[in-house]
């Protein structure tokens, strides 16, 4: 079955920086648009970046300039890195993948951003 695993958050102090990654199985990786999204406590999930298969990337206002999504499609694991994090950074991170209106999402994983 189709899984995606996310990793990497934590609790980072601001103006720090963190890599999040999301390993995928079960799909044919390399076909897939990968992307991130977060949602924080109380709030709608809001997308936050997104790179295609043939590697085309998108982001959105709130992380343009201090952020990079990159895919490893042998390891099929796609990462966010976010520099320079604020406290309304703080959310959790979800992995989608997506293809021709299949969408599959991962089950997140916390980031905290708080002296």
């Known amino acids: 079955q189709v899984q995606l695993v996310e990793s990497g958050g934590g609790l980072v102090q601001p103006g720090g920086s963190l890599r999040l990654s999301c390993a995928a199985s079960g799909i044919t990786f390399n076909m897939y648009a990968m992307g991130w999204y977060r949602q924080a406590p109380g709030t709608q999930r809001d997308f936050v970046a997104t790179?295609?298969?043939?590697?085309?990337?998108m982001y959105s206002d709130s992380v343009k300039g201090r952020s990079t999504i990159s895919r490893d499609n042998v390891k099929k694991t796609v990462f966010l890195e976010i520099k320079n994090l604020k406290p309304e950074d703080t959310a959790v991170y979800y992995c989608?993948?997506?293809?021709?209106?299949?969408?599959?999402w991962g089950k997140g994983t916390p980031v905290t951003v708080s002296s």
């Open positions: 790179i295609t298969s043939g590697g085309s990337t």
């Open positions: 989608k993948a997506a293809k021709y209106g299949l969408e599959y």
